[in-house]
């Protein structure tokens, strides 16, 4: 009979870890979508060794960390900060954002410049998903990550994913 490990996880889904935020997606071909935006849905599930308490974590603990990182998003533009093209400089009071022929002059408390490359649901995800593992870590030190994937909803049925395994 094979040698089987057992594993644990958490998933968390809640209706009130989301953000509402702009955007605009920029493809290949280097068209690009209209500015509008989405009630993003955000998704964890956390693999770790259970605790002494029989916990992967506490989920009255983890929640809250989850939905910090929606407020800071909430209500904003994002913008990926290292796509080759688009550039956003901070001028006094307003970014300026410039994509080929679009100029965008945008309040700096109103716009987020994200370290990612496009603003798509897949880079969102790694965003989210690298700002909580840093987050866990400061708060839980010890706690030994097996895997952690993150999901960002644009809209019902179809988000991106991004996991990472330790």
Not at 19 to 46: C, M, Q, W
Not at 84 to 99: D, G, M, N, S
Request: hydrophobic share 35%; with cysteine.
């Amino acid at each position: 009979m094979p040698n089987r490990q057992e594993s644990w996880s958490i998933s968390i889904e809640k209706d009130y870890l989301k953000f509402s935020a702009a955007h605009f997606l920029i493809f290949p071909d280097g068209t690009a979508e209209r500015l509008h935006g989405h009630n993003y849905k955000v998704y964890v599930d956390l693999h770790t060794e259970l605790d002494e308490h029989g916990l992967v974590l506490n989920f009255q603990e983890i929640k809250p960390l989850v939905r910090a990182l929606c407020d800071e998003l909430d209500e904003h533009l994002l913008i990926p900060g290292q796509h080759p093209v688009l550039t956003a400089e901070l001028k006094e009071q307003h970014y300026e954002i410039r994509y080929q022929e679009r100029y965008y002059l945008i309040p700096k408390d109103e716009v987020i410049v994200l370290p990612i490359s496009n603003s798509s649901a897949e880079n969102l995800a790694a965003w989210f998903g690298r700002a909580l593992r840093d987050r866990i870590q400061e708060k839980w030190p010890k706690l030994s990550m097996s895997q952690m994937s993150v999901g960002v909803e644009e809209t019902p049925g179809q988000r991106g994913v991004w996991t990472v395994r330790d």
